[in-house]
């Protein structure tokens, strides 16, 4: 994958700051900040980055150099006269013209996951799909947007006056986050010279009837750092450790614990049982929740994927859900309560198999098969012989070592029941532990080794 980070800014509001130095080589922890942005898409597999450059160029070229050192290819152009956000772009024509790719203002930090955001915006099929964050009410912004329910934009705000912004916007308003997926077909539509996405290029977009979508980022960690105030409060939040960036993670462990880092490993979660509670039915028969309010989510699972995350996984549920082919949940609940799960305890995906063979005949998604791994190993490039697959049934268990990951857990306490059904069909678990947080110390000291 390719991006383009937008290097070429003055950085006028952060002087002294940027008197000697270009807004995007201000350091915070003693790194520049395009290094965190170069990190970030290091991290979700994007190894060819454009950086346009304006003002003291040489600072950035010195500093980077071919971006070896980072495990990327870097690509500089020089504008005598800058060229705008968009204009920005048509030196790297050749380079961006065969697939999607990112655009990236070089004024911010930020841990988007980069590649769902890709994901999304394929499965949305637009021109552009541009990151979006609720705002509360404050004085009017320089600009603000509306979108539809499918997050389709609708309407583009330049400039409004006190009152048009307070009539069209009462809890928040919708503010572009400078970070954006183009198909290539966008290289049409950016005339030669000076031209910026928000003025010239959204609003035309949106009058020949092209496609512009929003991806929410309200949930991820933003923020710009294009004003000495913004700059202080992003610098004093990392540094405090109030928010730590998960792609700086491997080079801490790397040299503080020795830790074994695998990119895009991945704890592979079952569903029932090992997040959420089981419902047990009057007759004693184990069901899913098939609705929201039955979902109870088990204790210190919270706790034991906060472990995973700062171990660098990939949080991934498998689970089958046979109560759609019975008719006992329904796939709409059953989005919304997966929905739930995946905000609330900050899940990567969660993959159903719906079927069951007396109903809907064989499928390759039910565990034992592993239809539903190999899935999330293609969306999320998962490395699956260094991930881990945790269960509270054999059949969990199977689908792991089915898969071929590097260590099973079963979860729960040994039931005499189940320790009799494993001997008998032959499938042990590598580990057994009572809770995630017991797993992720032993995962922990695996990696040690
Ligand atoms: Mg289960």
């Known amino acids: 994958m390719k991006a383009i980070i937008l290097a070429a800014g003055r950085g006028e509001r952060l002087r002294p700051l940027t008197d000697t130095l270009p807004k995007p080589m201000i350091p915070i922890m003693k790194k520049p900040v395009l290094e965190y942005l170069i990190l970030l898409c290091k991290n979700h597999g994007i190894n060819e980055i454009a950086i346009n450059t304006s003002y003291l160029p040489d600072k950035i070229k010195q500093y980077f150099g071919t971006g070896e050192k980072w495990g990327v290819k870097l ?21 961006l013209k065969d697939d999607d790719f990112f655009v990236i203002y070089g004024d ?3 841990d988007i996951d980069l590649t769902k955001f890709m994901k999304y915006h394929k499965s949305k099929g637009g021109i552009i799909t541009t990151a979006l964050r609720k705002k509360p009410i404050s ?12 997050l389709q934009v609708t309407k583009f705000v330049e400039k409004p006056s006190d009152e048009l912004f307070h009539e069209l916007c009462k809890e928040f308003y919708l503010s572009n986050s400078g970070l954006y997926v183009c198909s290539p077909k966008i290289l049409n539509y950016i005339p030669k010279g000076f031209s910026d996405f928000a003025k010239d290029i959204f609003p035309h977009l949106l009058t020949i009837g092209e496609r512009i ?34 792609y700086l993670k491997p080079e801490i462990t790397k040299k503080q614990e020795n830790f074994d880092f695998h990119e895009n490993k991945a704890i592979f979660l079952d569903r029932d049982g090992v997040i959420n509670e089981n419902i047990y039915k009057v007759d004693g028969k184990i069901m899913s929740p098939a609705t929201i309010n039955q ?23 498998i689970t089958n859900q046979p109560g759609v082919a019975f008719g006992y949940v329904n796939e709409n609940k059953l989005k919304e309560i997966n929905e739930f799960l995946k905000k609330e305890l900050k899940i990567d995906e969660i993959y159903c198999c719906p079927h069951h063979p007396r109903l809907t005949g064989e499928c ?9 791994i190999e899935k999330a190993k293609k969306d999320f490039k998962i ?6 697959f945790v269960g509270d049934s054999l059949s969990d268990i199977q689908t792991g070592q089915n898969a071929h990951v590097k260590k099973t857990f079963r979860i729960g306490i040994p039931r005499l029941d189940i320790l009799e059904l494993q001997h008998k069909a032959g499938i042990f678990p590598d580990f057994t532990s009572p809770n995630l947080i017991e797993v992720a110390e032993e995962i922990r000291k695996l990696g040690k080794k």
């Open 364 to 372: 390759d998604c039910r565990k034992p098969k592993i239809g539903l």
């Open 139 to 150: 004085k009017p912004p320089a600009s603000f947007l509306f979108t539809n329910s499918d």
């Open 75 to 95: 690509y500089f152009s020089y504008e005598p006269e800058m060229l705008g956000t968009s204009g920005a772009l048509n030196n790297f024509k050749d380079l």
């Open 213 to 246: 979508y929003a991806f929410m980022i309200d949930e991820y960690y933003f923020r710009e750092i294009g004003k000495i105030e913004k700059y202080e409060l992003c610098k004093n939040e990392l540094e405090s450790k109030q928010f730590s960036l998960p």
């Open 383 to 388: 490395d699956v012989k260094n991930s881990y």
């Open 295 to 317: 979902v109870k989510i088990i204790d210190n699972v919270k706790e034991g994927i906060q472990k995973f995350k700062e171990m660098g996984f990939r949080i991934i549920v």
């Open 108 to 110: 911010s930090i930020t």
